[in-house]
């Protein structure tokens, strides 16, 4: 996977935070982003995984380890390689590439394009200060997933302000806006993991 400038289940975070092994520096969400990426593929080796989260092979061991653990991925027979188990499948919300990588990248030029627009927008709410957007459509596969992508919001400073429920509220509402109609992005609230691993940078 070429490096290039994935909504996590909370429940697989929380389980994977309460196993015996810890991520001290790889957020469950992360790991989760590349199951999901990786799906299309048969098999894959740590060096796969070290590639995508831009981390070591000894991380990637341990990370290999506790997904083990946590039954989301098996051995692929002797061969030293490692499967997408289908409970690991489930909780990194991994679907059957259905999409043309061409079709994701016209969704990405086009959201890139409407994020400009509200950055330059003096009368807006909201400007987007992060947005990053990973998944298979970065490999040369012919049909992907959506792409995921990470926004981080700022509320202008002459916006007024609100009780942080409608806020939450209001930037979910936002953010879905911002997506469109289409099906071939997943919005989701930017986190820092998601600039560190192999992604697009869209501002």
Known sequence: MAKEQKSANTDAAGAAAESPKSFPSIPAAELLSFLKEIHAAQTWTEKDLA?????????????????????????AGRTG??????QGNL?????????TRESVEEALSA???????????????YTVTEAVAFGDFLDD??????????????????????ASAREHAAEFAFLKQLRGKTALIHIQPYQDWMKARTHRDLL
């Open 111 to 125: 959201l890139r394009d409407r994020i400009k627009a509200v950055n330059h927008d003096p009368g807006g709410a």
């Open 141 to 162: 596969r012919a049909r992907v997933q959506a792409a995921d992508v990470g926004i981080r919001l700022q509320q202008r400073a002459d916006a007024p302000s609100t």
């Open 51 to 75: 590639k995508a989260l831009s981390i070591s092979v000894a991380q990637a061991n341990d990370a290999i380890a506790v997904l083990q653990l946590q039954g989301y991925i098996e051995p």
């Open 91 to 99: 909780v990194s919300g991994a679907k059957s590439p259905r999409f």
């Open 81 to 86: 390689k490692w499967r997408v188990s289908e």
